[in-house]
């Protein structure tokens, strides 16, 4: 007997080629001061996740990255609301929490 489950999960489909290129056009439209924090953090995850993938051959990383920020950047307008609310965020969740990890 195989411990090995019988129906794995289907991969999520890859981004669209430029869509590491729509990210950045994004983020530099963004108020200045987000603009002046994402960008570098973009930039540091695109550089980590390009290297892994030119060691691993793998295109995972990278589309990871791109999952990651998508999901960020079409939150925003919901944090921002929540924050302009006078809501309490004392109880929240972290990113990774709600993305999950890959295997």
């Known amino acids: 007997m195989s411990a090995q ?7 999520p489909p890859a981004p669209a080629p430029r869509a590491a290129a ?3 056009a ?4 963004e108020r200045p001061e987000r603009t002046a924090r994402w960008l570098p953090a973009f930039e540091r995850d695109w550089a980590k996740a390009l290297e892994d ?3 691993t051959y793998d295109l995972s990383p990278l589309h990871d990255v791109v999952r990651t920020w998508q999901v960020r950047l079409d939150s925003a307008p919901a ?3 929540f924050v302009a609310a006078g809501m ?3 109880d929240g969740t ?3 929490d709600l993305l999950g990890t890959r295997p």
């Open 88 to 90: 309490d965020d004392e």
């Open 53 to 55: 993938s030119r060691q």
């Open 94 to 96: 972290d990113l990774a």
């Open 5 to 11: 489950p019988e129906h794995l999960p289907a991969p």
């Open 26 to 29: 994004r983020i530099r439209a």
């Open 22 to 24: 729509r990210l950045l």
């Open 79 to 81: 944090v921002d609301a």
